[in-house]
């Protein structure tokens, strides 16, 4: 499993800088498919509450890669999602690693 974080942490990190290298307005249809196949990579971590927001950012993608005039509430509802996807990586995290040993004062 942690094998899989670590991997769905650096898909989260590329989808990141996928949606700030992009004009909110303008479609762009490969950046979309990116970002499908980064989901897609990210869902191999067995826990339902990523694979919720990892179709919600796979909606919310489609909506802002399109060029819809509705793309500017799709990059704000995109970062929500993939803030909320980070948190629940760091949350997943926490419980496959060991807490690092506390060093005497």
Known sequence: MEQ???????YYY???????HHAAGTANERSLIAVRKLC?????IDDRECGAALAAIEEHASQYFSGAA???W???QLLRELEWF???LYALEALVR???????P
Do not use: Q, T
């Open 4 to 10: 899989e974080l670590d991997a769905a942490r650096d």
């Open 14 to 20: 590329v989808m990141r800088e996928l949606i700030a």
């Open 40 to 44: 897609r990579a990210a869902a191999a």
């Open 70 to 72: 509705e793309a500017h």
């Open 74 to 76: 799709a990059h704000r």
């Open 86 to 88: 980070r948190g629940r």
């Open 98 to 104: 060991p807490a690092p040993e506390a060093r005497p």
